[in-house]
């Protein structure tokens, strides 16, 4: 089962970018859809953006669709988010998920998701 970690979050004013790196560990994310959710707090985890596992079709939620931009490196076995233009309501706990099954709809949905990171925190002040 692989395994993946985070990292990247920080504070940062509104306005300013960050990039999310998530690598894999116990095994290969090639052929794995990947992606990033991220939950605000009191609110559910929610679907922020995926790539398929050919790199060539990407996923973005309207709320950061033209700021966010995912990309991949099979062969660092790691998924990057860059964030752009960062707003307040960006702020929460972004998670990487890994997907085998690479149905977007499915994913979206969080259904059967096959890994989890363990979060990294983005904060964003006005």
């Known amino acids: 089962q692989v395994q993946l970690v985070e990292s990247g979050g920080d504070l940062v004013q509104t306005g300013a970018s960050l990039r999310l790196s998530c690598v894999g560990s116990?095994?290969?994310?090639?052929?794995?859809?990947m992606g990033w959710f991220r939950q605000a707090p009191g609110r559910e985890r929610e679907f922020v953006a995926a790539?398929?596992?050919?790199?060539?079709?990407?996923y973005y939620s309207d709320s950061v669709k033209g700021r966010f931009s995912l990309s991949r490196d099979n062969a660092k076995n790691a998924v990057y988010l860059q964030m752009n233009g960062l707003k307040p309501e960006d702020t929460a706990v972004y998670y990487c998920?890994?997907?085998?099954?690479?149905?977007?709809?499915?994913?979206?949905?969080?259904?059967?998701?096959?890994?989890w990171g363990q979060g990294t925190q983005v904060t964003v002040s006005s």
């Open positions: 998920a890994a997907d085998r099954r690479r149905n977007i709809g499915l994913f979206r949905k969080k259904i059967g998701i096959d890994a």
């Open positions: 116990e095994g290969s994310l090639s052929g794995y859809m």
């Open positions: 790539i398929g596992f050919m790199s060539r079709t990407t």
